[in-house]
């Protein structure tokens, strides 16, 4: 004899089918979610730093994480890293990225080789102008004062033209040093006599007006510019003031 099975065990039944499958549906998702991500991190490596080595130990250590190089052609000065090794890379070192990956790197053509230029001769303006086109930087300038070589110009250079440097020194002339006179003293001297003496000195001389002096003989000195006791040169300007 056949027994029925009541409706609600049949009922309850197909439920824990429906959750036991939804349980190993979500089971697998999240198993398949984490597989993925193991797959994907185990595809990203962290590019090396390459600047500083030859273009085959970067290929050797990229090539260690399966990463490719890619050598530009044209290469840089830099001071601080030796011709023939990697100066700069794209990406740099440290960033996380997908093997099989490309890394470009810059090559270092070495310090920069600038050529001296001829500069005795020259004066201060010019030489300056030249050495700035060239890229070489002034290290030091001397100077010293001679009647033998023109003012303001360049009489030694060190070192010498066509070296290749990235700074020179350089020698300047400043020309002879100008004779001075001590200014005397004029004031209480007729304006006219002292004007002739000064200038058949040398100096350039004016009266510059009259005033009137109660008591004071006219055209007599009473102020001077500059004051007696100051040091002149032959091509300074004296004015005097004399009474009216």
């Known amino acids: 004899m056949f027994s029925l099975t009541p409706l609600h065990s049949r009922v309850w039944s197909l439920g824990k089918f429906f959750v036991v499958m939804g349980a190993l549906g979500l089971t697998f998702l999240v198993f398949f979610g984490v597989s993925m991500r193991v797959a994907l991190w185990a595809r990203d490596v962290q590019v090396p730093s390459l600047v500083g080595r030859t273009v085959n130990e970067a290929t050797a250590?990229?090539?260690?994480?399966?990463?490719?190089?890619?050598?530009?052609?044209?290469?840089?000065?830099?001071?601080?890293?030796?011709?023939?090794?990697?100066?700069?890379?794209?990406p740099e070192g440290g960033v996380t990225s997908r093997r099989?990956?490309?890394?470009?790197?810059?090559?270092?053509?070495?310090?920069?080789?600038?050529?001296?230029?001829?500069l005795v001769g020259q004066n201060e303006r010019a030489a300056q102008a030249m050495l700035q086109q060239d890229g070489v930087v002034v290290s030091s300038v001397s100077e010293f004062r001679s009647a033998e070589y023109p003012?303001?110009?360049?009489?030694?250079?060190?070192?010498?033209?066509?070296?290749?440097?990235p700074e020179v020194g350089i020698l300047l002339n400043r020309g002879e040093t100008s004779t001075t006179y001590v200014m005397p003293d004029v004031i209480g001297v007729d304006g006219e006599r002292a004007a002739d003496a000064l200038r058949r000195q040398g100096f350039r001389v004016s009266i510059v007006g009259t005033q009137p002096y109660p008591g004071v003989p006219p055209r007599t000195v009473v102020r001077q510019q500059p004051a007696g006791g100051f040091r002149v040169g032959a091509s300074d300007a004296i004015s005097l003031e004399v009474s009216q």
């Open 61 to 90: 250590t990229l090539a260690e994480r399966d990463l490719a190089l890619r050598v530009e052609e044209n290469q840089r000065p830099d001071d601080k890293i030796e011709a023939g090794k990697v100066m700069q890379q794209e």
């Open 151 to 165: 003012a303001d110009v360049v009489v030694a250079q060190n070192p010498a033209a066509t070296s290749r440097a």
């Open 100 to 118: 099989q990956r490309t890394v470009r790197v810059w090559i270092s053509s070495g310090p920069k080789r600038t050529i001296v230029p001829p």
